[in-house]
């Protein structure tokens, strides 16, 4: 029996609470049956579950329904190919549970997965097996994906970085399902940031659960195992002048176009404080290349192959699914000040009129609504309306994760939270100038806000950040 979940939230604010109403409303219309099991698909047009979106989507959605998060990452456990891959979605075609296999689509899978085991309630079987998936794939791509032996995974289409459009795969297929690279184009294989992140992914996540398990000289091993990934990709595809990764073309020439990639390999763990800091401070920040008015667009502004495209195409636009990717990219290396600022802007981009589309221009903030067919009025694309939610749940509110309470206190708005989990309330109060936490009516500390409070299951603080200028960083336990 797993433990119920249910979020509460109420705030003043006009705007956030038809946001979340909304999104918490249309969500619902994601739910879907594929066989005996729930799962949440993408929304928006795309009526699979994608192993891009859907295992971290699932865990998002998890705060509000247990069972459905869980099975998000069960289904592409249970149809994994018996060689080890993992399926890149998994449709309902006339009414049977389908696994396709002709892309990656992504890897946001290994640490939602394990997120789950702690949200769950711990279930061992779950666990090895989870470990055995892992490593099934990571030797699955050592053995498939490095075909001309340079020690560099490969992205053979563009679908196995989830890049649909994207110019800079060329005149690479979009799916791709056979076993050898294709031949002939002018690009792929290309020596892929992403798919090296995949394999460090998986190998960190392995050693964490031989952590849990108390198998210390196992968790050493993938450690190092996911160092010696880690160190290839700093030698290969990090430019330090650049201060960003850059893939690797099938002539094994530097492919120069500034990608918001290397975003995504801070999702993944897969690049140093260092180098993550450069990216940052150089890249994102920068209002010509990655902060422009809505920050985020999936190729450098001022890049010569950024292309303002409305319709489904990682050559330009913001893209919500990379919203979505930024929490955890960003709180991995601590960059927690980033998060109210990129909630409330992607807040202003949806807008008063509720509608949650796959992307948007990065210059005026304006939704494209384009659906995957092509016709325009797209609306509950999944990745939009998670979010929200989890954006909020940072700024305001209370995220569990993996015995870590995570409370938030940013100003500007008066707001209450409620996590209801395993039998226990997890309440924040946002009002005026001072913000209370309270575990099943209990208050266990007081503060300024503008703040991230850590604590452990029973209230302990363990932690306090500043995530906005000038927070107030008085708190007080009780």
């Known amino acids: 029996m797993l433990p119920e979940t249910g979020v509460f939230f109420s705030t003043d604010h006009a705007l956030l609470a038809k946001l979340m109403a909304s999104a918490e409303e249309k969500c619902l219309r994601n739910v879907r049956r594929f066989g005996d099991r729930n799962v949440l698909v993408e929304g928006g047009g795309y009526d699979k579950i994608w192993l891009e979106t859907q295992p971290m989507g699932g865990e998002m959605y998890a705060k509000r329904d247990l069972i459905t998060g869980w099975n998000n990452q069960r289904l592409f456990m249970d149809y994994q190919r018996a060689d080890g891959r993992i399926p890149g979605s998994i449709a309902l075609i006339d009414g049977a549970v389908t696994p396709q296999f002709d892309k990656f689509q992504g890897f946001c899978f290994p640490a939602p997965a394990l997120d789950m085991y702690f949200l769950t309630g711990r279930d061992g079987d779950y666990l090895l097996q989870l470990y055995e998936v892992l490593r099934r794939f990571d030797e699955y791509l050592w053995r498939v994906r490095d075909s001309d032996g340079d020690g560099c995974l490969e992205s053979w289409c563009r679908y196995d970085t989830g890049e ?52 210390g000289e196992t968790a050493e091993q993938h450690r190092k195992e996911a160092g010696i990934v880690t160190a290839r990709m700093r030698e290969y595809l990090w430019d330090d002048r650049r201060g960003a990764l850059f893939d690797r073309d099938r002539h094994h020439r530097v492919m120069p176009v500034l990608l918001h990639n290397t975003l995504r390999c801070m999702y993944w763990g897969s ?69 109210p600022r990129l909630g409330w802007k992607l807040l202003e981009a ?78 924040m109060e946002n009002h005026g100038e001072r913000a209370a936490a309270y575990i099943d009516g209990r208050q266990i500390f007081e503060s300024g806000r503008g703040l991230r409070i850590e604590t452990d299951p029973e209230g302990e603080i363990t932690g306090v950040y500043g995530c906005e200028e000038a927070a107030d960083c008085r708190v007080r336990a009780h």
């Open 164 to 215: 649909d459009h994207a110019r800079r795969y060329g005149d690479a297929p979009d799916p791709w399902e056979k076993e050898t690279p294709p031949e002939g184009c002018d690009t792929v294989p290309i020596a892929s940031m992403d798919i090296m992140s995949f394999s460090v992914s998986a190998r960190q996540t392995m050693a964490e659960i031989a952590d849990i398990l108390g198998r």
């Open 271 to 339: 690049i140093s404080r260092e180098m993550a800091d450069l990216f940052v401070r150089e890249h994102l920040l920068n209002p010509r290349e990655f902060w422009t008015k809505l920050p985020l667009p999936s190729v450098a502004a001022n890049d010569p192959l950024f292309v303002n495209e409305p319709s489904n195409d990682w050559s330009g636009q913001v893209e919500a699914l990379t919203y979505q990717r930024a929490i955890r990219a960003l709180e991995n290396y601590g960059y927690f000040s980033l998060l």
């Open 350 to 427: 949806i807008g008063e009129a509720c509608r949650f589309v796959q992307q948007y221009d990065p210059f005026t903030m304006e939704p494209s609504g384009v659906a995957p067919d092509g016709a325009a009025g797209q609306d509950a694309y999944g990745p939009a309306m998670l979010s929200v939610m989890e954006y909020v749940s940072r700024m305001f509110g209370v995220h569990i994760c993996r015995g870590r309470l995570i409370w938030g206190s940013c100003r500007g708005i008066d707001a209450e939270y409620e996590q209801k989990w395993n039998g226990r309330s997890y309440r």
